[in-house]
């Protein structure tokens, strides 16, 4: 995102000084704003990468061209003010929705909370015989592979789920 930040500080300076409109560049940076949005569901990261430096972008010229480039006036401090609600309603609109969106595979599942889950038995059996450990944490893995070894009836530790912490 800082990149993009630099990108688009270059770029208002540079559509400023091509005297491109304002009101051209705030929708220039409000035409990047879908990137965000798709990264939510299209998870790799060449694209994480190119939303990020997007989102950083449209910020800076979607925030930046009104408030350095409108009048100094009534009209434009009602834009400055204007931009900076409607930028805040995006940012919430899409942290909500990035919520609703995220994957969470570890909630409500009854295999343990990872890395100390089911999912990870054999890690932790071989965790647990190695030689670096002190015996406290050796005993403490074994406990844990055990447990994680047998039916969720017969465990010794409570296994939590991650939603437990929430």
Same mark, same amino acid.
């Given at each position: 995102?800082?990149?993009?930040?630099?990108?688009?500080?270059?770029?208002?300076? /540079? *559509?400023?000084? &091509?005297?491109?409109?304002?009101? $051209?560049?705030?929708? =220039?940076?409000?035409? @990047?704003?879908?990137?965000?949005?798709?990264?939510?569901?299209?998870?790799?990261?060449?694209?994480?990468?190119?939303?990020?430096?997007?989102?950083?972008?449209?910020?800076?010229?979607?925030?930046?061209?009104? /408030? *350095?480039?409108? &009048?100094?006036?009534?009209?434009? $401090?009602?834009?400055? =003010?204007?931009?900076? @609600?409607?930028?805040?309603?995006?940012?919430?609109?899409?942290?909500?929705?990035?919520?609703?969106?995220?994957?969470?595979?570890?909630?409500?599942?009854?295999?343990?909370?990872?890395?100390?889950?089911?999912?990870?038995?054999?890690?932790?059996?071989?965790?647990?015989?190695?030689?670096?450990?002190?015996?406290?944490?050796?005993?403490?893995?074994?406990?844990?592979?055990?447990?994680?070894?047998?039916?969720?009836?017969?465990?010794?530790?409570?296994?939590?789920?991650?939603?437990?912490?929430?």
């Amino acid at each position: 995102m800082w990149t993009g930040i630099t990108i688009g500080l270059f770029l208002l300076w /540079l *559509f400023s000084d &091509q005297n491109f409109s304002w009101p $051209l560049i705030a929708f =220039i940076g409000l035409g @990047l704003a879908p990137l965000p949005y798709l990264q939510m569901h299209y998870q790799k990261k060449w694209f994480k990468i190119l939303a990020r430096t997007g989102l950083g972008s449209g910020s800076v010229l979607f925030i930046g061209a009104p /408030l *350095f480039l409108a &009048q100094i006036n009534v009209q434009g $401090l009602v834009i400055r =003010i204007l931009t900076i @609600l409607i930028y805040v309603l995006l940012v919430r609109h899409a942290l909500v929705r990035r919520q609703r969106t995220i994957d969470k595979p570890c909630d409500g599942c009854q295999e343990g909370v990872f890395p100390l889950c089911s999912w990870n038995e054999e890690k932790i059996i071989a965790a647990s015989n190695s030689l670096d450990l002190d015996d406290d944490g050796k005993e403490f893995l074994q406990m844990v592979a055990q447990s994680v070894c047998v039916p969720p009836d017969e465990r010794m530790v409570a296994m939590l789920s991650a939603s437990d912490f929430d």
